[in-house]
């Protein structure tokens, strides 16, 4: 029997629809736009707001914040690939048990490492542990940012670094390893944030006192089953190496994951063999659509190889050397430059491709949308003037 095939065109689609990017298939709440794409990428601050607003009508900057410290129905989690991103609340104690312990497992060895180089202790792993106790202790008390903790907690002075005369090599301080070994551990969370919304300035807690009930971390082969379902449910097709990227694991762990929810082989066009959930579906053909998408955004991040969405020749215009996306601007499916804002926070097109009158008329359109989304915001992009430079306004 022949293996059912999955054209770039039907993958194309499934963005379309599946992710919420056309408009008539726009969601309207932040934990639907959550749960849809799985996870959010919350390394940079605005990424959360600024995905939301892509796919979702009527929703306010306001109204993600007020998901994220009121409702609490979406959480902010360190976890594959030591990223930082927003999760379904119950989709935490599989990150926890898996892609979360794993990260935590190889910072407890770098910051027990970092803490005997530079002198601070003898024993990295002893200090690490005794950091953590008065962490969470003082937390017991009530929620804190990382300076007041320093301020208060002689467990977490000390700074590392700045030794040389490299530019990057600059003195840190140690109390946010602590606070992100804790983190990655689920013990405590990031809950209010201090600064505007586009800013990352977290005041931490206990898991405890953020979400009252905490359940336990799911085991490790469960919690990586629960991750791939939803890349599956969310990006597939796509390949076992596509999986592993996503998932900052291993080979073995994806293979096991697979098995264990029985996903299907498919072909792809590229030649290669995806996979996607026993119960997928086909969407069929989508209209038309345009979308401006922001840095880290997780559609652009699904996946390893990106080509049925992206031109190669785009890649160093549009990534940076680690292949972290800055902003991007989509015609039917595809990558076709990127956007930026001017010093009013006037949304502006910044195109790679030229695409037919009604392509760049829906680009226009999305541009305006996301000014007036913005209200004069500047949300800023470190990818911004790279992506002036290489690309071209139309």
């Known amino acids: 029997m022949a293996r059912r095939r999955i054209s770039d065109s039907e993958r194309r689609s ?3 629809v599946r992710h919420a990017l056309a408009p008539a298939h726009r969601l309207a709440g932040v934990d639907a736009v959550t749960r849809a794409m799985t996870v959010l990428h919350a390394t940079e601050a605005a990424t959360v707001h600024l995905a939301v607003a892509a796919r979702a009508e009527g929703i306010t900057p306001e109204d993600v914040d007020s998901e994220l410290y009121d409702a609490r129905s979406v959480v902010k989690q360190l976890a594959m690939r030591r990223t930082l991103f927003v999760f379904p609340r119950d989709l935490l104690p599989a990150a926890w048990g898996s892609a979360s312990a794993r990260v935590a497992a190889s910072e407890r060895k770098r910051i027990a490492k970092a803490i005997v180089g530079a002198g601070i202790a003898p024993d990295g792993d002893a200090w690490l542990d005794a950091a953590r106790e008065a962490t969470l ?32 090599d600059r003195p840190v301080p140690v109390a946010p390893w602590v606070l992100t070994h804790l983190g990655l551990e689920g013990q405590v969370l990031r809950g209010r944030n201090a600064g505007h919304w586009r800013l990352n300035k977290p005041t931490w807690t206990t898991a405890e006192d953020w979400l009252g009930v ?18 599956l449910t969310t990006f597939g097709p796509g390949t076992a190496a596509d999986i592993q990227w996503w998932l900052g694991s291993t080979k073995t762990a994806v293979t ?24 997928d579906s086909d969407v069929g053909p989508v209209e038309p659509w345009a979308a401006l998408l922001p840095t880290l955004d997780p559609t652009v991040m699904g996946w390893k190889s990106r080509g049925f969405y992206l ?3 785009h890649v160093p215009h549009l990534f940076d050397t ?10 039917d499916g595809r990558i076709v430059g990127c956007w930026v804002q001017d010093e009013e926070g006037v949304v502006r097109l910044s195109l790679l491709e030229d695409v037919e009158p009604d392509g760049l008329a829906a680009l226009e359109h999305e541009a305006h949308r996301l000014t007036a989304w913005l209200e004069g915001t500047v949300v800023g992009t470190v990818y911004s003037s790279r992506q002036m430079k290489h690309a071209r306004l139309p």
């Open 14 to 16: 499934r963005i379309a």
């Open 137 to 168: 202790v003082r937390l017991a008390a009530g929620p804190a940012t990382a300076a007041e903790l320093r301020t208060e907690l002689p467990e977490l002075a000390g700074m590392v670094g700045g030794t040389t005369d490299k530019p990057y």
């Open 214 to 231: 905490v359940e336990p971390p799911l085991d490790e082969a469960a919690g990586y089953a629960a991750l791939v379902r939803g890349w």
């Open 256 to 279: 096991r994951a697979l098995a264990d929810l029985g996903a299907v082989e498919v072909d792809l066009d590229d030649g290669s063999t995806g996979w996607v959930h026993p119960h």
């Open 311 to 313: 031109d190669p020749a």
């Open 322 to 331: 680690n292949g972290n996306a800055g902003t991007t601007a989509w015609w």
